[in-house]
C-alpha cells in the first residue's frame, strides 16, 4: 500500500509539474522578452552545421546553442517547416517547449537521487517540494541554462552516488562526462566540480592513491567540455576575454547600467528574493543543510559534501555583487532535498507530522499560485491593447532606458505614429541631466513606467541619484503634472490570495509578470 502511495503521489508530481511548466509556453507572444534567452536563440540561428559552429559569443559555452539548434532542426525535419529552426520566434518556441521538458525531466529523476541518498519517502517529499518550486516553474518558460544546470546536477549527484557505493571506471567516465556537459553549458559548473573530486578522493586512502581515477576523471571531463563547447578551446583567447569581463562584471568591478540594483547591497540582500523564488524550502532546505553538517560533521558521504557545498555556495552568493535569483538554480533540487530530508526525520514524531504537513501544503499552494502568471495574458500584452485603445495616436510617451517591456512593434502600436522618448534615468545625477529631463517632461504627453526596477533601484540609492529620486516620488505622489491612470499587475494568486513580489530581485519580475504603470499629462 505504501509503494502504491508513493507510486502514485510521483506520478500525480509529474502530471502536476508538467502542467505547471508546459502551460503558456508563448507567454510574451513573440516578445522575446528575456535577453539571456535572446542571445542563446540568436546564436543557434547562426550556426550552420557543419560548416559555421560558432554562435558568436562567450557569455555562455555552447552546449544550449547547440542542443537548440539540433533540436529545431530535427523540428523542423518531422513537421517540415523551417519556422522551428529559422525563425527567432521559431526557436524561441522550441527552446522554451526543451526547457520544460527537461525541467519536468527533473522531477522523477530528483526522487531517483533522494531514494539514493536516503529512503523512498525523501524522495516523495523531495519530488513535491521541487514540482511546486515557483523559480524551477519560471526557469521552465525560459530557454536559459538554468533547467540544464539543474538536470545535469542531478545526473551527476546520482552518479557520485553510484561511485561512492560501486567505485569503477564506467562510473568515472560517467561523472565526467556529466561534469563536461555543465561547463559546456555555463562557466559557473566550476563550482560543481569540486563534489565528484571530493567524492573520488573520499573513496581513496591514502588520497595520493587517487591520481589515476582523478586523471581519467579529469580527460574524460575535458573531452566532453570539447564535444559541447568546442569554441571554448579553438576561440581560447576569445573566450578568456570575456571570462575577465564576466567576471569584472559579477564582483562588481565593472558596474553596468542593467547591475545597478545591487549597488549598496550586502550579503542579505538577496535572503526575501530567494524566499519569493523558493517559498518555504528556502527556509527548511537552510535548515536541513545546516543540520546535516551539524550531525555528520566527520562522515565523508555524499549527503555531507552536498551539504558543505551548499553553505559554500550560499556565502558565495551572499558576498558576490551580482546576486540575480537565478544564479540560485543549483540550490533548487538541493533544497528540496534536504528540506525532504529534515521533514522526513520530523515524522518520527507527532508534532513532527503536521509541521511536515503545512510545510509541503505552503509550498504546494505557492507554487500553484504561479499558475496564472502565465495562465492569464502577460502585462505587456494588456497594456499593449490599452495603449493602443487609449493613447491618441501621434503622442509623446516617455520611458526608461533598460527597461523595455512593451514591443512598440507590435502591429497594434505600429501605426499610431507614437513618439517614444527613451531616457536613461540611471545615469549619475547633474545639472545637464535634471534640464534634459525637465525639457523631457514639458514634451511628454504620458509616462510609461513598464516595471519598478529602476524607480526601486533610484529610490534606494538616493545618495547617487537625489534629484532622480525626487522626480520619483513626486511622480508617484501626484505632485508632477501627470496623474496615474493605470496599472497593469500579475501578482502570483490563487482567488483573493496574492503575493506581491515587486521588492524580489528585478528578474525574477520584470520579465514575466512586471508591474506597468501609465501616467497621463494633466489637461490631455
Known sequence: MRILTSRLLIIGAIVCGAVLRFTSLNWDDGGRLHPDEALIVNGALVIKFFSWLFPGFHDYNGFSVYLLAIISRLITLLSGSAYWSQTPEGLTLTGRFLSALIATLSIPLV???????????????????????????????FYTTENIIIFLFLLLISSCVSY????????IVFMAAVSGLLLATKNTAYLLIPIPLLIILAG????????RPLLLFALFTVAAFFTGSPYSFLDASGYITRSRYLTDV?????LMDWTMQFQGTNGLFWIPSLLYAMGVIFVTGAIGVISAIYNHRMNKSVPVFLALWSLGFMLFLAFTYLKFTRYSAPLIPLFALFS???????????????IAAIVIGIQVIYGIMFFPVYSTPHTSLTATRWISDNVPPSSVILTEEWNSIIRFSRPELSNKNYKIISFNFYTPDTDTKQKNLNTILQQSDYILLESPKVQNTVTRLIETYPNTA???KKLENGELPFTKVIRFTSFPRMGPLFV?????????????????????KNGK
Open 204 to 211: 581513496h586512502r591514502p588520497a595520493l592513491s587517487a591520481w
Open 250 to 254: 559579477v564582483n562588481g568591478t565593472l
Open 500 to 520: 506581491s513580489d515587486e521588492n524580489a530581485e528585478e528578474t525574477f519580475t520584470v520579465f514575466d509578470h512586471p508591474t506597468i504603470t501609465v501616467y497621463k
Open 340 to 354: 525532504a530530508k529534515l521533514l522526513t526525520d520530523l515524522t518520527r514524531h507527532t508534532m513532527g507530522k503536521t
Open 470 to 472: 525626487v522626480f520619483y
Open 111 to 141: 526522487f531517483t537521487v533522494g531514494k539514493q541518498l536516503w529512503n523512498t519517502t525523501v524522495g516523495v517529499y523531495a519530488t513535491i517540494l521541487l514540482t511546486f518550486t515557483p523559480l524551477a516553474i519560471q526557469l521552465a518558460h
Open 164 to 171: 561512492s557505493k560501486y567505485p569503477g571506471v564506467p562510473r
